[in-house]
C-alpha cells in the first residue's frame, strides 16, 4: 500500500516554509520528511510526509495554503552500500521513470514514479521493505 | 541654413497660420466624410463651414484613444479602403489594437517630415542609416526607414534586437547613424566588449536618433558621450503617424514641430483649457496633411510644454520640450508601449487564473524588465510541479503574442496577493526615476 504525502504550492519567499514547519509544530504534528520543488519564476512545491495526513491537510487548508495529497512509494532501505543502486536498477530496468525521489526520516526512500503500483510490486518482489502510513 | 524643404522649414508665423487655417478647413471636410466624425459633428451641430480661423478650433471635440478603439477598425477611414495602400496598428488599451490608415498620398508626406527631420537633425545622403527599431506593426521601424532612405541614406533595415549581427553591420558597412531606444543604446554599450570592441567610440557613429520612450536629458548627453554622438530626439505617435511629429534641430534646444502638417495644442488636462504660455500640459495634435484618416484634437497624454522665443536654426515651427511623461497608466518598455489593462485582458481570459495579479517594471542594467505575478485558483494545483510549469510557459506565450514582448510570469498562492497588497495596487515600476 503507498504512502500519503502532502505537496504544498508555496511562493518562493522568505519564511514560507518556515510558516508551515511553524502551523504543524504548534499542532504537535511531527513532519517525517520534506523535499522541495522550485521554478526559475518565483513558485514550487513542498512536499512532506507526516503520520497523520488528514490532519495536517485540514490544518493548513485553514490557513490558507493550497494543498494536495498524493500516492508515493515509501521504501524502508537499508543503511548500506548498494542499497539504493538496487532499487533504481530495478526500476530502470521496467523502463519505470522516476518523478521526483527525496530521503525521509529513519532512512525511508520516498519515490514517486511513473508507474507506482508496478514498481511497487516490483519492488517488493526483489525483497525490498515498502512501509504503509503507520510504519512512518 | 541649409533646408531638406526649403518651402516648409522656411515658412513665417504668418505663413504657417494661414496655411493651417486653409488645411483645417480642408481636413474637417475630410473628416466629415468618416463615419465616426460625422455622427461627432452632427450630435456637436458642428457645421464645418463655420470653422473659419484657428481660433475656432475650440469648438471641435477631442479626440482619445478611446475614440479610436471604438471606431475600430474602419469607423474614421475618410476615403475608400481602395485608396488605403498601409495600415499600422499600436497597443490599445484593451485586447482591441487601435488602427491607422495610410493613402499614398499621406506616406509620401510623412516620409518628407521624417527626412526633414533627419537632415534637420543634421545627417546627409552620405551617412549610412542602421534601423535598430522593431518593423511591423509599429511605426518606428517603417517610418524612419523610407524617409532615411528618402534622405538619400543607405539604410540597414536590420530591426531591434540580436546585439553581435546589430556590432557586426556597423563595422561592416560604416554605419553612421542609428535609430535605437536610449535603453538598447546603454544597453548595448556596456555589451560592446564581449564584441570585441574596446570603446563604444571607436565604432564611429555620428548620430543616435532616439525616441520610442521618454528619457532623460542627462540619458541623452551619457550617450552621446558613451558613443561620441548627436543624440537627436525623435518625437513621434502612431495616431500622428510615426516617427516625424516633432524632431531636434542642430540647436537641440527643443523639438520643432511640422506646424505645416500638424496643429499644436498643450491643455490643461483636468480643465481641457490652454495652458499659459511655457506652462506644462498635455499635448493635443490635429494632423492637417492626412487624407486617409485625419485625427482632430487628439489628446496624445505626453506632458510637455512650448519654448519661448525663436530658435538658432532659424525655422519658425513651434518648439516642444523633451516628453517629461504620460497622464495615464501607459507604460513603456523597452521602447513599446503596454497599457495594464492588456495584461489584465489576457490574464481574466484564461480560467486558471484568479481575480489578483500585479505587474512589475523592473531594470535589469539598462533594460527594461516585465514581470506578471498572478494568483491561480487552487484547484488548478494537483501536486506537481509540470502543470504549473505548462500554464506559467502558456500565459508567457500568449502574453508576448498580444504585447509583442516577453513577458515573465510568476505564479503565487491563490489569494495571496490580495492580502498582502490590497487589490488597488496593480502596477509597480521600479524604474521610477532610474531613466
Not at chain 2, 48 to 73: A, W
Amino acid at each position: 500500500m503507498p504512502v500519503t504525502e502532502l505537496s504544498v504550492f508555496i511562493e518562493n519567499k522568505h519564511g514560507r516554509i518556515a510558516d508551515i514547519a511553524n502551523i504543524l509544530g504548534e499542532n504537535e504534528i511531527s513532519i517525517d520528511g520534506f523535499d522541495v520543488a522550485h521554478t526559475p519564476n518565483g513558485y514550487g512545491i513542498f512536499r512532506l510526509m507526516v503520520k497523520d495526513v488528514m490532519k495536517a491537510t485540514k490544518i493548513l487548508a485553514e490557513k490558507g495554503f493550497t494543498v494536495r495529497e498524493k500516492n508515493v512509494i515509501a521504501i524502508g532501505m537499508e543503511h548500506k552500500a548498494k542499497a539504493l543502486s538496487n532499487i533504481l536498477k530495478t526500476l530502470a530496468k521496467e523502463n519505470i521513470n522516476i518523478n521526483y525521489i527525496y530521503v525521509a526520516a529513519n532512512n525511508v526512500l520516498s519515490v514517486s514514479t511513473s508507474n507506482d503500483e508496478k514498481a511497487q510490486k516490483l519492488l517488493e518482489e526483489q525483497g525490498c521493505k515498502t512501509l504503509t502510513q503507520e510504519d512512518l | 541654413m541649409t533646408y531638406y524643404n526649403k518651402k516648409a522649414e522656411s515658412l513665417s508665423r504668418d505663413e504657417i497660420t494661414s496655411l493651417q487655417t486653409e488645411k483645417l478647413k480642408s481636413t474637417l471636410k475630410t473628416a466629415y466624410k468618416s463615419e465616426f466624425y460625422k455622427k461627432r459633428f452632427d450630435k456637436n451641430k458642428i457645421d464645418v463651414e463655420e470653422i473659419k480661423t484657428l481660433d475656432d478650433l475650440k469648438h471641435i471635440p477631442f479626440t482619445t484613444k478611446d475614440d479610436l478603439r471604438d471606431s475600430y477598425p474602419q469607423g474614421m477611414l475618410a476615403v475608400p479602403m481602395n485608396k488605403v495602400v498601409r495600415m499600422h496598428a499600436s497597443s490599445g488599451t484593451t485586447g482591441k489594437p487601435t488602427v491607422i490608415y495610410h493613402s499614398k498620398k499621406d506616406l509620401d508626406n510623412w516620409t518628407d517630415l521624417v527626412a526633414r527631420s533627419l537632415y534637420m537633425s543634421g545627417m546627409r545622403k552620405s551617412d549610412v542609416f542602421q534601423n535598430m527599431m522593431t518593423y511591423g506593426l509599429f511605426t518606428g521601424g517603417l517610418g524612419l526607414h523610407y524617409g532615411a532612405e528618402k534622405l538619400g541614406m543607405m539604410v540597414i533595415p536590420i530591426s531591434s534586437g540580436n546585439s553581435r549581427r546589430q556590432v557586426q553591420m556597423i563595422e561592416d558597412f560604416h554605419t553612421t547613424a542609428v535609430h535605437i531606444t536610449p535603453s538598447y543604446a546603454l544597453h548595448l554599450a556596456e555589451d560592446l566588449v564581449n564584441y570585441g570592441v574596446k570603446n563604444p567610440r571607436d565604432l564611429g557613429l555620428r548620430f543616435a536618433v532616439m525616441g520610442g520612450e521618454p528619457y532623460s536629458e542627462m540619458t541623452a548627453k551619457k550617450i552621446e558621450d558613451i558613443y561620441g554622438v548627436h543624440a537627436c530626439n525623435c518625437y513621434g505617435l502612431s495616431e500622428m503617424n510615426g516617427p516625424g511629429v516633432a524632431f531636434d534641430c542642430e540647436a537641440k534646444l527643443g523639438m520643432h514641430v511640422w506646424e505645416d502638417n500638424y496643429i499644436v495644442e498643450i491643455i490643461n488636462p483636468d480643465t481641457l483649457e490652454h495652458v499659459k504660455e511655457g506652462e506644462e500640459g498635455e499635448l493635443v495634435l490635429t494632423h492637417i496633411n492626412r487624407e486617409a484618416m485625419p485625427i482632430l484634437r487628439y489628446r496624445t497624454k505626453d506632458i510637455t510644454s512650448f519654448i519661448k522665443g525663436e530658435c538658432s536654426c532659424g525655422r519658425k515651427h513651434i518648439r516642444i520640450k523633451r516628453i517629461i511623461g504620460r497622464n495615464d497608466d501607459m507604460l513603456i518598455i523597452n521602447g513599446v508601449n503596454i497599457f495594464p489593462s492588456q495584461v489584465e485582458h489576457v490574464l481574466m481570459d484564461m480560467p486558471e487564473v484568479a481575480n489578483n495579479y500585479i505587474i512589475i517594471v523592473s531594470k535589469d542594467h539598462y533594460l527594461d524588465r516585465l514581470t506578471v505575478k498572478t494568483e491561480v485558483k487552487a484547484d488548478i494545483f494537483q501536486g506537481d510541479i509540470d502543470n504549473l510549469m505548462a500554464l506559467q510557459k502558456r500565459i508567457e506565450a500568449i502574453l508576448k503574442s498580444n504585447l509583442l514582448i516577453s513577458a515573465r510570469v510568476d505564479l503565487v498562492e491563490p489569494l495571496s496577493l490580495e492580502a498582502s497588497t490590497g487589490k488597488a495596487v496593480r502596477v509597480i515600476d521600479e524604474r521610477k526615476n532610474k531613466f
